[in-house]
């Protein structure tokens, strides 16, 4: 494993990083989840990502579990804030004050930690101050309970709005979590070289593209049981890509892949990693050997002529709009 530090910190991360949206609490078993968090500890994984919405705060339950007995300073631990939890009542959800610090509360229990190495806004909420919410963020800075703060899915003016009150209220904001794989870089036009600017780095979600980018989804043919595709939280992210014109196109690259060695997975998680700005690529897995598969993408460098080919073959089929960040 390979380290990357965050942003204009001085925090590490692994650049591949182990993140439990959909699995844990969801599509698979307590004691499977717990073999795919030790999967991710043994091929020296330290970077843990969940999010308090995830099975409706039982994903980080279940990551708390399996992180029992190691030590936590050889640890990074991130989790979001945003979408409802609970009960789902008129404060169960946003970056209002009042959720902010009752969530980070019931995410430190469930994960059993007293801090989390980053803490992110899920979303963007344009229905709460910003220095509400940054100040907030900086009151859970303060007392100990997150070490950096961070955000998933804004854009370039949302990142430099936020980065602005974090400077001004002396909050280390660090990192923004956005979808990023070699179909969809909409990151790339405005939010890569605004992060540059203001000090942040991409930990990136879904660099396989919800298992697209694998192979595994053919076209002409049935999804298969038990996919992300079958998910109702993945299906949101997947349904554009399941066109047979896709499909396609990622059978095409199989013989690049094979030219540099590797899985058309691990080509499509050392493609993120190419970039400069990625501190890391958060992989998921339902399988041990998942996890071992896919960390051989560690240190793996891409020559010119490799990214040009892939260009060439997804011509037409990648997005780019800035405008396509998921924030509601």
Aim: charge should be negative; aromatic fraction near 6%; glycine fraction near 8%.
């Amino acid at each position: 494993m390979e380290f990357r530090r965050l942003g204009r910190s001085g925090l590490s991360v692994s650049e591949i990083s182990y993140g439990n949206w959909i699995t844990h609490g969801s599509q698979i078993e307590q004691d499977q989840a717990v073999k795919c968090v030790h999967a991710a500890l043994d091929a020296g994984i330290t970077t843990f990502d969940t999010a308090d919405v995830y099975a409706n705060t039982k994903a980080e339950s279940v990551l708390g579990e399996a992180l029992k007995g190691q030590r936590r300073e050889s640890l990074e631990i991130l989790t979001k804030v945003f979408w409802p939890t609970g009960p789902g009542g008129p404060n169960d959800r946003g970056l209002g004050r009042k959720h902010v610090l009752e969530s980070i509360n019931g995410s430190l229990k469930r994960l059993g930690t007293d801090y989390v190495d980053v803490y992110q806004a899920h979303r963007f909420d344009r229905t709460v101050p910003l220095e509400e919410t940054f100040l907030a963020f900086a009151d859970i800075v303060r007392q100990g309970k997150a070490l950096y703060i961070g955000v998933s899915e804004w854009n370039a003016d949302q990142i430099t709005r936020g980065a602005a009150v974090a400077r001004e209220l002396k909050v280390p904001f660090i990192s923004n979590q956005p979808q990023y794989n070699m179909l969809h870089r909409v990151i790339e036009p405005q939010v890569i070289p605004t992060s540059e600017r203001e000090g942040l780095s991409q930990i990136v979600f879904s660099p396989i593209a919800q298992g697209v980018l694998t192979g595994k989804y053919l076209p002409g043919q049935p999804v298969p049981e038990g996919s992300r595709a079958t998910d109702a939280s993945g299906k949101n992210f997947i349904s554009r890509l399941l066109l047979d014109e896709v499909l396609e196109k990622v059978q095409q690259l199989k013989p690049i892949a094979a030219d540099v060695n590797l899985s058309l997975a691990q080509l499509a998680v050392a493609w993120v990693l190419q970039n400069p700005n990625v501190a890391s690529a958060i992989i998921g897995a339902s399988r041990p050997e998942q996890v071992a598969e896919n960390v051989k993408a560690a240190g793996v460098k891409l020559d010119a002529e490799i990214l040009e080919r892939i260009d060439k073959v997804l011509e037409g089929t990648v997005r780019t709009d800035p405008m396509l960040t998921q924030s509601p």
